[in-house]
């Protein structure tokens, strides 16, 4: 088993910026995939960022590629994502996830979740 534990959200206004954290532990080594997820009550899940433990590589959702970055911390099972310029659109609880098996992490279909953690972006 992995656990995830999210950590960063908060409350900003519409152009600031939040780091959300991903803590895992447990079985870490088993993941090739971590990634951020966000949903907003009486909405699909989206995927928002997803980066591959072992070679680095990331993948975003095309609205947000261009403010959000996802990074893994050297020599620690933490995933960050970095958002700049955030929108009140952006608002949703964030998830963090993990994956054992590559094609989960293209698909979305992560093994692992965190509880989630709040961002309110106030206009």
């Known amino acids: 088993q992995v656990q995830l534990v999210e950590s960063g959200g908060g409350s900003v206004q519409a152009g600031g910026s939040l780091r959300l954290s991903c803590a895992a532990s447990?079985?870490?080594?088993?993941?090739?995939?971590m990634g951020w997820f966000r949903q907003v009550p009486g909405k699909e899940r989206e995927k928002v960022a997803t980066?591959?433990?072992?070679?680095?590589?990331?993948a975003y959702s095309d609205s947000m590629k261009d403010r959000f970055t996802i990074s893994q911390d050297n020599g620690k099972n933490t995933v960050s994502l970095q958002m700049n310029s955030l929108k009140p659109e952006d608002t949703a609880m964030y998830y963090c996830?993990?994956?054992?098996?590559?094609?989960?992490?293209?698909?979305?279909?992560?093994?692992?979740w965190g509880k989630g953690t709040l961002v309110t972006i106030s206009s």
């Open positions: 980066i591959y433990t072992g070679s680095r590589t990331t």
């Open positions: 447990g079985e870490f080594y088993r993941t090739v995939c």
């Open positions: 996830a993990a994956a054992s098996i590559g094609h989960r992490c293209a698909s979305g279909a992560m093994e692992y």
